[in-house]
T-cell receptor
Framework: NAGVTQTPKFQVLKTGQSMTLQCAQD?????MSWYRQDPGMGLRLIHY???????DQGEVPNGYNVSRSTTEDFPLRLLSAAPSQTSVYFC????????????FGQGTRLTVV | KNEVEQSPQNLTAQEGEFITINCSYS?????LHWLQQHPGGGIVSLFM???GKKKHGRLIATINIQEKHSSLHITASHPRDSAVYIC????????????FGKGITLSVRP
């Protein structure tokens, strides 16, 4: 029972490079989301999806793209990495609806130099 | 915009002590989550509440919807309880979106 799987766990990028953070869940959840966690701040929503083929922006979407071609996968793409994107990234999934538990991945620690 | 405030900011306790962490929010919600994050680790859901009280082992979570306030209590604290505790709320009508507090860093000394 894997839950939410995020890869990689650690990544170092040079400014301007692009990369994709992978997120997969095996619980058939409709809702998936990406957050970034920075010191002294709560988790902030980057992008989210309510189902395959449907994505929307969250609070801090600039510099990131997402797609949701399947229910299981929700990759996050950094188009041209900047030092301001140094952060810890979390993917989460849940059923749609009011009172459903959220499941989180293990996080990706990204450093942009 | 919903503000989620957690207190105290950081907390150090002695093993065995009873610990209370608080969370307050500013708008109506449909559910509140308590999450735990160990250093360098992932985030784990401890409780989801929409009313009343829930208990799991040494952890108790309560919520007062009218006062827009929730508490997480840890009885007989242990060094393995050292972690960041995060409160997150789901606003009414917000589908599945969560708004997070900044988290409280708890350190339990042996």
């Amino acid at each position: 029972n894997a839950g939410v799987t995020q890869t990689p766990k650690f990544q170092v990028l040079k400014t301007g490079q692009s990369m994709t953070l992978q997120c997969a869940q095996d619980m058939n959840h409709e809702y998936m989301s990406w957050y970034r966690q920075d010191p002294g701040m709560g988790l902030r929503l980057i992008h989210y999806s309510v189902g395959a083929g449907i994505t929307d922006q969250g609070e801090v979407p600039n510099g990131y793209n997402v797609s949701r071609s399947t229910t299981e996968d929700f990759p996050l793409r950094l188009l041209s990495a900047a030092p301001s994107q140094t952060s810890v990234y979390f993917c989460a999934s849940s059923w749609l609806g009011m009172n459903t538990e959220a499941f989180f991945g293990q996080g990706t620690r990204l450093t942009v130099v | 915009k919903n503000e989620v405030e957690q207190s105290p900011q950081n907390l150090t306790a002695q093993e065995g002590e009873f610990i209370t962490i608080n969370c307050s929010y500013s708008v109506g919600i449909s559910a509140l989550h308590w999450l735990q994050q160990h250093p360098g680790g992932g985030i784990v859901s401890l409780f989801m509440l929409s009313s009343g009280k829930k208990k799991h082992g040494r952890l108790i979570a309560t919520i007062n919807i009218q006062e827009k306030h929730s508490s997480l209590h840890i009885t007989a604290s242990h060094p393995r309880d050292s972690a960041v505790y995060i409160c997150a709320v789901k606003e009414k009508g917000a589908n599945s979106k969560l708004t997070f507090g900044k988290g409280i860093t708890l350190s339990v000394r042996p």
